[in-house]
C-alpha cells in the first residue's frame, strides 16, 4: 500500500500540473483570440516595434489546441488516480502511448527515409518560392509572415534572394527585401544573406545535442508515465476483483 499510495500520490502531482499548465495556455490562448483587438493596438503602440509583430496573435490558435490537450490529459491521468478509475486511467495510458507511437514513427521517418524527406522538402520548397513570386508585397499575412521569419533567422527567402525575383513587392519597389542585405539598397549584387531552409538546418544542427536531450527527455516522461498508470490501473483492476 505504500508503494502503491506513492505512486498514487505522484501521478496526481505530475498531472495536476499538467492540468494548470493546460488551463493557463488554453485560457492565454482563448484571450489572444478574444481580445486580439486590443493587444494588436498594444503592439503598435511599441515604440519602434516591427509591423510583423502582429502576426503573433495567430500563435492563438497553436497555444488553444496544446492547452486542450494538456487540460484533457491532466484531468484523466489526476482525476483517474483519485477517483481510482481504471476507465480514466486506460484511456490516459492509451492517449500517452499514441504520442509516442507517432514520435517514434516520425523519428524512423527522419531516419530510415532521409532520401524521401529531402524530396519532400524539395517540393516544399518549390511551393514556398512560388507563393514568394506570386504573392510577397500584395498578400499582407504572408509578407508578415515571411518578414517575421527571416528577420528572427537572419536569412532571405528559402533558398536566397533569387527567390523573390519577379515578386510584387521587387516589381513595385525596384529592391529586395532589407533583411537579403546588411546594410544597404538590396539588390542581386549585394545579397550574400543565406536562405531560412540553410539558416534553420544550421540552427537544428549547432543545436543537435539540446534537441536530442529534450527529445529523449520528454520520451522518458511518457514512459514513466505510461508505467505509472498502468500500475495503478492493474493494482486498481486488482482490488476491485
Known sequence: MGCFGFLKAMMVL?????FLAGVAI???????????????NFLQNIQDAPS????????????IAVGAVLLILGFLGCCGA??????MLLLFFVIILIVFIAEVAGAIVLLVFKPM??????????????????????NQDLTGLWNTTMSTLKC?????????????????WGYYPPQCCSNTT???????????FTALKKL?????????????????????????SMTLYCKIGSKHD
Do not use: H
Not at 14 to 18: A, E, K, L
Not at 53 to 63: A, I, R, S, W
Not at 118 to 131: D, F, M, P, R, Y
Not at 158 to 170: H, K, M, W
Open 82 to 87: 483519485v477517483r481510482e478509475s481504471t476507465c
Open 52 to 63: 510583423e509583430l502582429g502576426q503573433l496573435l495567430n500563435v492563438g490558435y497553436l497555444l
Open 186 to 196: 538590396c539588390t542581386a549584387d549585394n545579397s550574400a544573406v543565406p536562405g531560412c
Open 26 to 40: 488554453l485560457g492565454v490562448g482563448i484571450w489572444v483570440k478574444v481580445d486580439s483587438g486590443s493587444i494588436f
Open 14 to 18: 505530475f498531472n495536476g500540473i499538467i
Open 156 to 172: 532571405c527567402g528559402f533558398y536566397n534572394y533569387s527567390d523573390f525575383t519577379d515578386s510584387p513587392f521587387v516589381k513595385d
Open 117 to 138: 524527406a529531402e524530396k519532400l522538402i524539395n517540393q516544399v520548397g518549390t511551393e514556398a518560392v512560388k507563393s514568394i513570386r506570386q504573392d510577397y508585397g500584395k
Open 204 to 228: 537544428l544542427d549547432d543545436n543537435a545535442v539540446i534537441i536530442i536531450a529534450v527529445a529523449l527527455g520528454i520520451a522518458a516522461l511518457e514512459v514513466a508515465a505510461m508505467i505509472v
